[in-house]
């Protein structure tokens, strides 16, 4: 705000300035024209503007105000957090190409206000992070990696478009983060958050010179030996389509910032991966992979679409979705700015001359190591996760058929037992039979008590503060990763039959089933903590299996078993 004698002048003045663009386009109820010759483009640019008046209400915009710049709004404003999450801010970015981009009707595009509201949240950043530069998520002291490595690159890409270079306070922030990021090793290996300190110290490399060079090496070395020769990249072991989506965004950005490095193998075998997995409806992933989220970053697919038209077919499939409505609901606080930002970069690297949509492959696709697969037969087509329980989506010319998560048993404890909850669980992949078998797990469903959360921020104060990564672990393995086994086998067949897939599950008791209050079957349960998975999509309108009249019958060595042919109900 430098060099601003009379801000209010400088306001009205501009805003008077704008106000004929903005009243047509809202007098026309919308923000592109109807003559654009790109209707996929327009629909980005629809969706993600729209989404700006919910961001800046995320942010404390008064500069008097001793939280000014911070988007956390559950701290500043409701106050109910004792701690501003360092995620938050990177809503700069979104908000940095929202003032950037010139997108016919954009109501935002050049503002002054809007700068300064940016440049404000990179300097509250800087004063809420901790000395060593690095900052919290979910709980204090925490020193979350992906928080971090998110917020950076939003800082670099945000103060580059903005054009805020040289000011030392800034510099030496950006410094001190990208070095406890290179030198930072969370546990598990999560590969989208290592692109994304790839990504990171490739740009401070381009801003701040040569010292950046090794420890960038080193992190894009990490991440490519975490590439699975089937394509995916790890997210705690397994294959997750929505996250690898954005880690082929990042690479392909890196690929065209350094063409040298041979980055566009690495990344066109992770589309095609991405492509075999693409369901006919547009969507992507679901509860029977890894993380069971249903991200989908599209920008990377324009980027890379300049050389791999592979890419461009998958965002034309992809996209169709947003424009009728139908895309799952990535939209609560946390998580709707990666998707803004997503938008907004697709509209800026949109390939004008496309392919359209690539037609998905008939017959079996296995991936052994994901324990996927993926098989299109006729009309319908199925995805299936073995390890999460033989948890699948079918798909009958297009449609979504039937989601189906397996059996689900809650007890008068309150404790679940799940199939779907990722397992070691044994497989039998016949041509026309599929069978999967295994144990029962108990759901991870720790919740925070007042005493709980007493005690964990005491421990994180004193003793957690220096081992937060010992903290993490623990509370991976609690949330995420761990497993419990539950007194209940099951078995599910899958069948090809008279040209449709038929379905039989069997639920074997070890104690019989007098603890058991209720039974039943969802399409869309996840049973562990993931940040973006349990999201809103219409295909959930799908009923509710119950099963509890029939385990009440049973008697306690008995199994309860369900035959089913999967059909569309008139």
Same mark, same amino acid.
């Given at each position: #705000? ?9 306001? =009205? ?7 004929? &663009?903005?009243? $047509? ?39 008097? %105000? ?25 809503? !700069? ?44 998520? /979910? ?49 598990? &290996? ?33 991440l490519l030996s975490w590439q699975h020769r089937e394509g995916w990249f790890a997210e705690y072991e397994g294959a997750d389509p929505g996250y690898t989506t954005l ?9 065209? @910032? ?17 492509? %075999? ?11 029977? $992979? ?51 930002? %997503? ?10 001359? =496309? ?11 296995? /991936? ?12 319908? =087509?199925? /995805? ?26 809650? #007890?008068?404890?309150?404790? !679940?037992? !799940? ?11 016949g041509a026309d039979r599929i069978v999967i078998e295994g144990q029962m797990a108990w759901a991870k469903s720790a919740l925070l008590t007042p005493v709980k959360s ?10 957690? =503060? ?22 209940? @086998?099951?078995? @599910? ?33 996840? %049973?562990? $903590?993931? !940040? ?18 029939? $385990?009440? @019958? ?17």
């Amino acid at each position: #705000m430098a060099g601003i004698t009379d801000p209010y002048r400088l306001r =009205r003045s501009t805003y008077a300035a704008n106000r004929p &663009r903005a009243r $047509t386009a809202m007098k026309a109820g919308k923000i592109l024209p109807e003559n654009s010759a790109s209707p996929l483009r327009d629909v980005l640019a629809r969706r993600a503007l729209a989404e700006i008046p919910r961001l800046l209400t995320l942010q404390d915009r008064t500069p008097v %105000s001793p939280t000014y710049g911070s988007f956390d709004r559950m701290w500043w404003h409701y106050r109910v957090m004792d701690f501003p999450t360092g995620m938050s801010q990177k809503e !700069v970015l979104p908000l940095a190409l929202a003032w950037s981009l010139d997108i016919p009707g954009n109501p935002y595009f050049r503002q002054p206000e809007i700068r300064n509201w940016i440049e404000a949240g990179i300097r509250f950043a800087a004063r809420a992070s901790h000395p060593d530069g690095s900052c919290d998520d /979910y709980y204090p002291f925490e020193r979350a990696a992906g928080a971090a490595a998110f917020s950076l690159i939003a800082f670099l890409d945000a103060s580059e478009i903005i054009g805020l270079h040289g000011d030392p306070e800034i510099d030496a922030f950006l410094k001190l983060r990208a070095n406890w990021l290179a030198t930072h090793a969370e546990s598990g &290996r999560l590969s989208n958050h290592e692109a994304l300190i790839a990504a990171c110290l490739q740009r401070m490399l381009e801003r701040f010179g040569d010292e950046w060079e090794a420890p960038f090496r080193k992190r894009l070395g990490r991440l490519l030996s975490w590439q699975h020769r089937e394509g995916w990249f790890a997210e705690y072991e397994g294959a997750d389509p929505g996250y690898t989506t954005l880690t082929i965004a990042l690479l392909a950005d890196l690929d065209r @910032r350094r063409p040298e490095l041979g980055l566009r193998d690495p990344c066109e075998r992770a589309i095609r991966f991405i492509h %075999s997995m693409l369901h006919p409806d547009g969507t992507l992933g679901g509860e029977y $992979t890894s993380r069971c989220t249903l991200n989908f970053f599209v920008h990377g697919f324009e980027i890379a679409g300049s050389w791999c038209p592979l890419g461009l077919a998958i965002n034309d499939a992809a996209l169709p979705i947003l424009a009728r409505g139908e895309n799952p609901a990535v939209a609560d606080d946390r998580i709707f700015g990666h998707h803004v930002t %997503s938008w907004l970069m697709a509209w800026k690297e949109w390939q004008a001359e =496309r392919p359209g949509p690539s037609p998905l492959p008939d017959g079996r696709v296995i /991936y052994q190591d994901a324990k996927l697969l993926i098989e299109g037969r006729g009309d319908q =087509r199925l /995805y299936l996760g073995w390890s999460h329980g033989g948890a699948f989506r079918l798909f009958d010319k297009g449609r979504l058929l039937l989601a189906d998560t397996g059996p689900t048993l809650a #007890m008068k404890s309150g404790r !679940v037992a !799940v199939t779907h909850l990722e397992a070691e669980n044994k497989v039998e992949l016949g041509a026309d039979r599929i069978v999967i078998e295994g144990q029962m797990a108990w759901a991870k469903s720790a919740l925070l008590t007042p005493v709980k959360s007493i005690i964990f921020r005491a421990l994180m104060i004193t003793v957690g =503060r220096w081992f937060p990564d010992l903290i993490r672990r623990l509370l991976q393995r609690m949330l995420v990763t761990g497993r419990k086994p539950a007194p209940f @086998r099951f078995r @599910r067949i899958l069948e090809w039959q008279a040209g449709r897939w038929t379905l039989k599950d069997e639920v074997i008791p070890e104690n019989g089933w007098d603890e058991v209050a209720q039974a039943g079957i969802g399409g869309f349960q996840c %049973s562990m $903590t993931t !940040v973006v998975a349990r999201v809103w999509q219409p295909a959930q309108l799908q009923p509710w299996l119950d099963l509890t009249p029939a $385990t009440s @019958r049973l008697g306690a060595q008995e199994s309860l078993t369900l035959d089913r042919v999967p059909e569309f109900v008139a």
